[in-house]
C-alpha cells in the first residue's frame, strides 16, 4: 500500500480587522499565488502547506498561530503612518 506523508504544519489565522487577505503561493521555479481568501475582523481560518503551497502571505492585521508561536501583523492603515 502506499501512503503518503502526512504534513502537519497548520497555521491559525484570525483576523483582527475587516478584509484581511491570506495569499497562498505556490512550489517551484516560479512561485505564484494559488488561492486567495478574505477574512473580516473575527473570523479564523485554519491553513496548511501541503505539496503545491510553500508559503502563506497575510496582508492586514491578524493573528498567526504556528507549532513555533504566536506571531501579529500589522494593519494596513497603521503601515502607511509609519
Known amino acids: 500500500m502506499n501512503e503518503k506523508k502526512i504534513l502537519n504544519d497548520f497555521v491559525v489565522i484570525k483576523a483582527i480587522e475587516d478584509s484581511v487577505n491570506v495569499i497562498g503561493l505556490t512550489r517551484g521555479t516560479d512561485t505564484k499565488f494559488h488561492h486567495s481568501e478574505k477574512l473580516d475582523s473575527g473570523e479564523v481560518m485554519i491553513a496548511q502547506f501541503t505539496e503545491h ?6 496582508r492586514g492585521h491578524a493573528k498567526v498561530y504556528t507549532p513555533f508561536g504566536e506571531i501579529e501583523s500589522d494593519s494596513k492603515k497603521n503601515s502607511f503612518e509609519k
Open 53 to 58: 503551497t510553500s508559503a502563506i502571505k497575510i
